[in-house]
């Protein structure tokens, strides 16, 4: 009998393909649960669902033969713990950002990455002082943020609270994930599987730290909110369904490319996300909102260039691609080492 047919075959895809789904999956996202989170005022409550969706489909699947994934051990669930309580904690604050503001000052929170990234590599790992370029982009990120939430008439306190608390914590989440939990060894469907399944299992401590069982359980007393209305049953799974696949391209990219690649991605989903925003719905900033975004968005674009190494840095290259490798690359390595003697 033929072997069951895989997912994670590498046949079955191209680095081409998962950047192009990558991206896709990132522009479509902050919509999407913008839009869930409007027709179902539960954020915790969502993301809950999202992580349970993904745990079980990658479960299920891998029964049925149709992917592999890791198995799950206590020894792997306890080294990757701590990265999936940053990735918990960068989808709360990020859902209950977009539950509080539009789409657009998530957009300017999250190009406001790289500055932090800097002046953290700056202060904390004596990295060099930025050059130049790389200043002058970065300055270019945080004037227009600064104008975009000058010129924001939707400003809250809460909002932008929200907006602080996910810009420290996707901040840590990228550089740790990065340079710690690719080293782990997982193949992409197994860091989707513990990503999610760990994140289900803190989403109840979550769930009731900020009280939202109480508005939940009134909810279902009293009959009122939308718990079981059918547009916010068609909106919670679609976020579902995206949020699978961005867990899968989101992991399968970061190994298939290198971190500035990989990083430029995101530039070009925001250019993205923007357009799509403003074409569907009239939730977007004021013209002049949208021109200090374009700011922060052409300042990573800036940012990306400034960075982006030398040919002769070729080693160092070297060395960051053996650590996006994945175990199973890693064999086949070893395999076509030994076969050429």
């Known amino acids: 009998m033929s072997p069951p047919i895989r ?16 991206a896709l999956c990132s522009s479509l996202l902050a919509i999407i649960n913008k839009y ?21 489909s990658v479960f299920l699947l891998s029964k049925l ?54 002046i953290a590599d700056t202060l904390f790992r004596n990295q060099p002082i930025p050059s130049n370029f790389t200043f002058l982009s970065l300055v270019v990120i945080l004037a227009g943020a600064v104008g975009y939430v000058v010129t924001d ?48 299992m803190m989403a109840p401590f979550f769930w009731f730290l900020t009280g939202e069982n109480v ?41 298939a490319v290198s971190a500035t690649a990989f990083t430029v991605t995101g530039v070009v989903n925001k250019f ?18 949208l021109v200090c975004l374009l700011f922060t968005i052409v300042g990573g674009v800036l940012y990306q260039q400034s960075v982006t190494g030398p040919r002769d840095a070729l080693p160092l290259v070297a060395k960051q691609a053996d650590i996006e490798i994945g175990i199973d690359d890693k064999d086949d390595l070893e395999g076509e080492k030994s076969r050429k003697g």
């Not at 409007?38 to 993301?47: A, K, S």
């Not at 033969?65 to 709360?92: M, Q, R, S, W």
């Not at 009122?224 to 799974?237: C, E, K, Q, R, W």
């Open 36 to 56: 869930a989170i409007t027709q179902f005022n539960y954020p915790g409550l969502l993301t809950a669902l999202q992580y349970l969706s993904s745990a079980l």
């Open 7 to 22: 997912f994670e075959s590498k046949q079955q895809y191209t680095t081409p393909g998962l950047v192009i789904g990558y």
């Open 65 to 118: 033969g149709f992917l592999h994934h890791d198995p799950f051990n206590f020894a792997t669930a306890k080294k990757f713990f701590p990265a999936a309580l940053v990735f918990y904690l960068a989808i709360f604050t990020n859902t209950n950002l977009l539950r509080h503001a539009n789409v657009d000052t998530f957009i300017v929170f999250r190009s406001l990455t790289p500055l932090l990234v800097a």
């Open 153 to 200: 008439s939707a400003f809250t306190l809460t909002a932008y609270s929200w907006a602080f608390a996910y810009l420290v914590t996707i901040t840590t989440e990228m550089v740790y994930i990065k340079h710690i939990v690719m080293n782990l060894g997982l193949n992409t469907w197994g860091f989707v599987f513990y990503n999610n399944l760990l994140s289900l």
């Open 215 to 255: 508005e939940v359980f009134d909810a279902l007393r009293s009959g009122s909110g939308n718990l079981f209305d059918l547009t916010a049953f068609v909106a919670v799974s679609l976020s579902c369904v995206f949020g699978l696949l961005i867990s899968f391209f989101g992991f399968a990219a970061r190994k």
């Open 272 to 289: 993205l996300t923007v357009a799509i925003n403003v074409t569907i719905w009239d939730k977007h900033a004021s013209p002049v909102g």
